[in-house]
């Protein structure tokens, strides 16, 4: 595959480019298990629904999730095409790239820093994205030193963090909202997953778990919060199946939950810079607001 393109800034550095990805947004969290996966394979498939071009780079190298998520086979390679980079694999409408396509056995057990950041470019820059609205990352869980390099070699417009009510959750959580600071990463917001139950039968809402532990947190951290997703047994079953409960049923609780959510990551995005949190907007056509990248660092501030 191709590495990314890239042309030089006036101060030496190497400018990395995306060409026609307007938004690249990592997902995160504290740890395993809070649904980061199958919420990154939904909100994709909610952005999606409301007309946006997405695409998702399962990033969790040794644990990828997402193509069993999404019904695309696993250890089916993608084929590279006339410019020498790789085609995606293409699920309900969402590109997708995941080390499941290359193997579908386990992985090396342990991979590095710089490898991790090799498969990163590899799977970000040298996949053939076409335009996108938005380019999703799922990021491994936990917030170590593979996630630092990751978050680092990944120009990212912002970082979405997901995690479940629990106050242990929640806790870890924060640390993955520093980590995103110091790098000075924009956080989109919080996502809560598994935030309620809802009864299958009386469609009654029970808070498993407390109530309303994201939407504090975010408040606290003066983030935004993005919404929550109830816990839904249905959810494991259509993961499992690889039709995403988002396609399965959209106009249950958690298909809304992910359309509530969706919009309000469009409005988060939309916001001015002054306002602290706003993105750009890479008006690709025009080529106007194209931000300036550098390998292995975070966007550049203006
Ligand atoms: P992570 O990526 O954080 O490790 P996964 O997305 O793999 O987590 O999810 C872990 C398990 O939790 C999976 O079996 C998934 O189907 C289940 N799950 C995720 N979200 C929900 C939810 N809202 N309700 C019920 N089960 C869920």
């Known amino acids: 595959m191709a590495s990314s393109e890239s042309t030089s800034t006036e101060d030496g550095a190497a400018e990395e480019m995306l060409p026609g990805i307007r938004h690249v947004i990592a997902v995160a969290s504290g740890k395993g298990g809070v649904g980061k996966s199958t919420v990154s394979a939904n909100l994709a498939l909610a952005l999606t629904a409301k007309g ?63 490898m991790v950041t090799q498969y990163m470019q590899m799977f970000i820059g040298g996949v053939n994205w076409g335009e996108l609205d938005y380019l999703l990352i799922d990021l491994p869980p936990g917030t170590g030193d593979v996630q630092l390099t990751l978050a680092q070699s990944i120009p990212l417009s912002g970082a979405i963090v997901v995690s479940t ?54 408040d606290q951290l003066s983030v935004p919060f993005l919404g929550g997703i109830p816990l839904d047994a249905a959810v494991v079953e259509a993961g499992d199946a690889g039709l995403p409960l988002v396609v399965k049923v959209p106009e249950g609780p ?49």
Request: hydrophobic residues 40%.
């Open 52 to 114: 946006a071009r997405v695409g998702v780079v399962d990033a969790d190298i040794q644990g990828p999730s997402i193509p069993t998520m999404m019904g695309v086979p696993r250890g089916v390679p993608p084929e590279i095409e006339e410019d020498g980079r790789a085609g995606p694999a293409v699920s309900h409408g969402v590109k997708l790239m995941s080390m499941a396509l290359l193997a579908d056995d386990d992985t090396p057990a342990i991979l590095r820093g710089p």
């Open 165 to 218: 009510p629990q106050d242990v959750s929640l806790n870890i959580a924060r640390r993955g909202l520093r980590m995103f600071e110091q790098l000075r990463v924009p956080v989109l917001g919080v996502i809560e997953n598994m935030s309620s139950f809802v009864c299958p039968h009386c469609q009654e809402r029970t808070d498993v778990f407390g109530s309303g532990g994201g939407a504090r947190m975010a």
């Open 254 to 302: 958690v298909g809304k939950a992910y359309e509530d959510i969706a919009g309000n990551l469009t409005e988060v995005l939309a916001r001015p810079r002054e306002e602290g949190l706003g993105s750009f907007v890479w008006d690709w056509e025009a080529d106007e607001g194209r931000p300036p990248w550098r390998p292995g660092a975070v966007r550049i501030e203006d």
